[in-house]
């Protein structure tokens, strides 16, 4: 991660009221955390991405702010077999804005974005639909770095034999392609979801034919 990145983090926590070391031992935290060796995808780099697209959306500072909480800490804990990673890391999460002794409507919002992501449906709620979005932007990126990407997720499930992986992944992002739309967010979907579609379908086509 770049100073920019981690002076970004700073002036985030900052700007909700708590202390610029505050920040740092936090953020050391959070480095730690995208930087283990099982990960591959659920990295720094992630997290960057994210930022990069939430730059692009505009709204209420307070609110796009508590969603930027909300992405830096929605995969803090990964483990690829795990049922319980958006649950988990909610739960850190928590521990930081309790120790910035933020209000309990915070505190559910940031749980609400969180939570999120780990369906992919925002239930009507538009400040779950750009947090859902923005953490599927590596949909819609260029097809390099979203075939990259596949790769990422495949080394991430090394465990699981070729057969099975290719045919349970093809399944999710089939799923993703029989929805109406996949960005609910009318703002992100008119950016992403061409591009989005085209990556999937491009991607399902080689898990069928065994190629991870």
Known sequence: MDYATKQRWVELVEFLGGTRAFALTWHQRLVACYSEKHRSYHTLQHIEECLEELDEIEGDEERLALIEIALWFHDAVYQPLANDNEERSFAMAKEF????????????????????????????????????????????????????????????????????????????????????????????REVYEEQARFNLETAVARLKNGIA
Request: aromatic content about 8%; glycine content about 2%.
């Open 97 to 188: 804005m309790l120790e910035c002794e933020a209000t309990e409507s915070v505190i559910e919002f940031v749980r609400d974005m969180i939570l999120a992501t780990k369906k992919h449906h925002a239930k009507d709620d538009m400040d779950a639909a750009i947090m859902i979005g923005l953490d599927l932007n590596i949909f819609a990126r260029e097809p390099k770095r979203y075939a990259e990407y596949e790769k990422q997720i495949r080394e991430e499930y090394a465990a699981v034999p070729l057969a099975e992986y290719c045919s349970k992944r093809a399944a999710i992002l089939e799923e993703f392609l029989a929805r109406a739309v996949i960005y609910e967010s009318e703002t992100i």
